[in-house]
């Protein structure tokens, strides 16, 4: 296995462990390494959303949708990110796209509990 990827799956552990700011140390390195690599954005993201740091999240979404535009949980994570920023207009275009390309059923974890 690739150092980058050890760092991954050690974040990916840590989130899934309730450790969102614990996570977010081996997931920089991680995206240090392999800046393109969108699972590793986004699992950042996920982590930056869950202590609350909404730019920082946001940066990490724009660039999973960077590397894939049609990215549907981008698309939502981005739009909760803006949410909780009160950039309302913003965040509804991203959402709107999100259930266009992936709905959701009732009941899937919220970005919240999504690992």
Known sequence: MTEA?????????????G????ATVPLEKARRLEPD??????AL???YFRITDWRAAE???????ELSPVDDYAHYA???SLLK???TDEATTHLKLARFLQPRAPGEPSLDEAE
């Open 5 to 17: 990827y050890d760092l991954y799956q050690l974040g990916r552990s840590r989130l899934r462990e």
């Open 19 to 22: 450790m969102a700011a614990q």
């Open 37 to 42: 690599k969108a699972s590793i954005r986004e």
């Open 45 to 47: 993201g996920i982590a």
């Open 59 to 65: 940066r990490e979404f724009r660039k999973v949708l």
């Open 78 to 80: 981005l739009g909760r």
């Open 85 to 87: 920023q009160g950039r």
